[in-house]
Nanobody, 114 residues
């Protein structure tokens, strides 16, 4: 099971940007898909963005055009570039690896103030 460590969260004003990183403990080259999920207080965890081994991406409708997911196989790292942040983007962001079963990171807090 791959270990995942997220970083890059923090407090930002609405309209600002953050870049989250997810560092894996081993190669992600053969991992079927990597994704970012978030969980707001009192809400269920939801998919934010996902990227497959072949580079195909999909996004939640609420973040399309603002967030970009990418993967650097050489660095075993997945990124989430978040622009034009809104208060409703606030939550704990989790990285996940899908390889027949799902592995999760510990999460990183993102807080967007209005």
């Amino acid at each position: 099971q791959v270990q995942l460590v997220e970083s890059g969260g923090g407090l930002v004003q609405a309209g600002g940007s953050l870049r989250l990183s997810c560092a894996a403990s081993r190669s992600i080259f053969n991992i079927n898909a990597m994704g970012w999920y978030r969980q707001a207080p009192g809400k269920q965890r939801e998919l934010v963005a996902r990227i497959t081994r072949g580079g195909f991406t999909n996004y939640a409708d609420s973040v399309k055009g603002r967030f970009t997911i990418s993967r650097d196989n050489a660095k075993n790292t997945v990124y989430l570039q978040m622009n034009s942040l809104k208060p409703e983007d606030t939550g704990v962001y989790y990285c996940a690896a899908d390889e027949g079963f799902r592995s999760w990171g510990q999460g990183t807090q993102v807080t967007v103030s209005s």
